[in-house]
């Protein structure tokens, strides 16, 4: 498997997991793709010009799903904290 091939595989697999929620994983597939990034940068090797266009879709659509796992954790917080206040003012 290419180097090229690597990255879109990791990548691929980073979408799915902060799609699912599963953010341990995109963590981990995610430094796999960067590290196979370092080695490509390290190496010069060059990717296919189809090979950089998925890349760089991937990487959108990477951005797009961390945005929306940021947002749920982020309501999700508001939502607990609203919930702990409200809880705490019945409490005194």
Do not use: N, W
């Not at 990548?11 to 341990?24: N, P, S």
């Not at 981990?28 to 010009?49: F, I």
């Not at 961390?66 to 919930?83: C, I, N, P, T, Y």
């Amino acid at each position: 498997m290419s180097q090229g091939s690597q990255i879109i595989f990791a990548l691929t697999q980073a979408v799915q997991a902060l799609q699912d929620g599963d953010t341990e994983t995109a963590v981990r597939v995610l430094e796999t793709a960067s590290l196979t990034c370092a080695e490509v940068e390290r190496t010069g090797e060059l990717l296919a010009p189809e090979e950089l266009a998925q890349v760089e879709d991937l990487h959108h659509k990477c951005s797009a799903a961390a945005a929306q796992a940021r947002e749920k954790l982020s309501g999700d917080l508001d939502a607990a904290s609203r919930g702990r206040r409200a809880s705490d003012a019945y409490s005194t």
